[in-house]
């Protein structure tokens, strides 16, 4: 779709939203090139659709709905509540593929699309998080290596993401990879990260939300992660090994609390890739649940085909498709989060203390 919006429907399926004025549009177009598109008003940045929209049957189809869908993502409910302080969560969990990254990039973009400013810190010398909010991060970029050797500031080493301007990111380089072995022998080894990441330092970038993506280890660098951020924020895969593994997670923020940051909480479970064929997702969410409670978030991600192409574009899922399942469960998450944030920090009246 270009800029005066006329569209151009290639033969894969696609669904996007264009904002001009007052107009938004969503589109949606399957194999066959059938075309659907939305149309409404944003006012005050909520959408106003047309009296008896509801009730026309002629949009009840699918790809009717995909194009709602797509419309609603972005504007659907203007801005989120802003957190009285500004919240940094670590993402972690030793075990690889579970969302960590995924629901890193994705929170954070949700976030930021709904006006609060969000800065990831890409922990992970794999550099996922920074390919998927589109930032360079070839070796000799600024970057998150640096930044823990006490070499750059961290205005020196975030960028923001094409995505949205509110969209920041620290990267990371493969020169990350050494770190945790370079770091055995330096002075206040643990807690570098905290020193950079330091209130001045995120008050420059005027930052509500931090999320630090982190390796799939519990080495040195997830041990900087969870002492520089009060919250944590673990995925767990809606799978029959994923709770294996989560003591030892549990028993390592335990130490981290008891020795290097008291304020640790685990504040935010998310599940993550549930497949509702499957009678063991629910088993296993039933499971966390029981056992973690209020820490889980309603939302559950599902999987989804649109969410794991979305970084093989250097996007989020809410950019690549803001109108697939896998984009709608992020952007409940990420309102859950926030809405947490703020009832945390004390009731608010509804419009107060937003951006
Ligand atoms: P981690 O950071 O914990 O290693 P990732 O976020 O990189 O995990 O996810 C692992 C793989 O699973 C990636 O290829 C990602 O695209 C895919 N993936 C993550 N979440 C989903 C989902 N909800 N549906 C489908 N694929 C997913
Ligand atoms: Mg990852």
Do not use: W
Request: hydrophobic fraction near 40%.
């Amino acid at each position: 779709m270009d800029k005066e919006g006329s569209t151009s429907v290639n033969p894969e399926r696609q669904a996007s939203v264009v904002s001009r004025g007052t107009a938004l549009l969503g589109v949606a177009a399957d194999e066959r090139n059938h075309v659907a598109v939305s149309t409404g008003a944003i006012e005050d940045g909520q959408v106003r659709y047309p009296e008896g929209r509801e009730d026309d049957d002629r949009r009840r189809t699918p790809i009717a709905e995909e194009a709602e869908r797509a419309a609603r993502a972005i504007h659907q409910e203007g801005r989120f509540p802003r957190p009285s302080r500004r919240r940094v969560f670590s993402v972690a969990n030793q075990k690889g593929g579970v969302g960590k990254t995924t629901s890193t990039v994705n929170i954070a973009a949700a976030l930021a699309l709904h006006g609060l400013r969000t800065l990831v810190v890409d922990l992970d010398p794999q550099g996922n998080a920074s390919t998927a909010l589109g930032v360079e991060h070839h070796t000799g970029t600024p970057s998150v290596y640096e930044l823990l050797l006490g070499e750059i500031t961290v205005s020196d080493a975030v960028t923001v993401s094409p995505q949205s301007p509110n969209l920041l990111c620290i990267p990371a380089t493969i020169d990350l990879a050494g770190s945790e072995i370079e770091l055995v022998t330096m002075v206040a080894r643990e807690s570098r990260l905290r020193e950079a990441l330091s209130t001045a330092a995120l008050d420059e970038l005027d930052v509500d939300y931090v999320f630090i993506d982190c390796p799939p280890s519990l080495g040195l660098l997830t041990v900087n992660a969870l002492v520089a951020a009060p919250e944590a924020l673990i995925p767990i895969q809606c799978e029959y090994y994923s709770l294996e593994g989560l003591g030892q997670l549990l028993s390592n923020i335990n130490l981290v609390r008891a020795h290097l940051n008291p304020t640790l909480t685990v504040s935010t479970i998310l599940l993550t890739m549930y497949d509702a064929r499957t009678k063991l997702a629910d088993q296993v969410t039933a499971e966390v649940r029981q056992h973690f409670g209020e820490q889980v978030l309603r939302t559950v991600i599902p999987r989804s085909v649109k969410v794991s192409e979305a970084p093989g574009y250097g996007q989020t899922v809410l950019a690549y498709e803001p109108g697939s399942r896998g984009a709608m469960s992020y952007l409940d998450a990420a309102r859950e989060i926030a809405i947490r944030g703020a009832q945390r920090d004390g009731a608010q009246r509804d419009g107060e203390n937003v951006r």
